[in-house]
């Protein structure tokens, strides 16, 4: 939830926002052009669960959500126990404390959607509760080099604009319920100039949101940035204008 009063952003918060940087610039869901420091995707996603928080919500039978449960260092299939058995066990206890049926459970995989592997496990490891499972897979994962047509990306900065966003946007805890349009902007800090790209858009189209935070002292003063700027502007100018126009006259084209 918005917060009214300006909180320092908490150690979570930060560990996350750093863990999720660091996946995204590994598994280069980040892309920029030529750029030799990229490197190759990790064979496994310890460094990605080892900082980035898990949610899955149970849910009643309206849909609502009902009880959140949220682990920040291993998957769901490698918790203690046998399979699961401690998280579906816990997941029992929260549901009949609060009473409601266990009728749906939601799980926000936090990793790319094809790692079917990893799906799997995770529905094994709540296979035995008894309810339904529908599984996400996390927006946080569009892959930059996937969208089409899609213009280069600049990597993201180290320096992270957490204070700004968490002020206005809420804890990291909200992640599942924001759409993948604005997801960028609230939770990783940009540099002057950066293309990111939402994994939205109506009709099979993509949408491209150009961030320009303020400048700062670490930044180049070479013109390469306002220049870069500059032309996605107005590009994205001339495409919402045509895309104005076709809604105005269908027969526009």
Known sequence: MPSSKHCKPSRELRRALKGALAMARDRGYVMSGDNPLLTPPPQDSKTFFRSFPTHFDVTDR???????????????????????????????????????????????????????????????????????????????FSRANELPSSPPCELLADRMLVERYQDVYGHVGD???????????????????????????????????LVVPSRRACDDHSGEAERRVTQWRDARTSLNGYLEAIRENPDYY
């Open 62 to 140: 309206l849909g609502q959500q009902v009880i959140r449960f949220e682990f920040t260092k291993k998957p769901l299939s490698q918790l203690p126990g046998r399979e699961g058995q401690v998280l579906a066990k816990r997941v029992r206890r929260a549901a009949r404390h609060t009473g409601v049926p266990l009728t749906r459970v939601r799980l926000v995989l936090l990793v790319p959607h094809y790692t079917h592997q990893q799906e799997r496990q995770e529905r094994r490891a709540l296979k035995g509760l008894g309810a339904h499972l529908e599984v996400f897979t996390h927006q946080f």
């Open 175 to 209: 992640l599942p319920k924001i759409n993948a349009d604005n997801f960028w902007c609230r939770y990783l800090g940009a540099a002057y100039g950066d293309i990111l790209l939402s994994s939205g858009g109506q009709g099979g189209m993509r949408l491209i949101q």
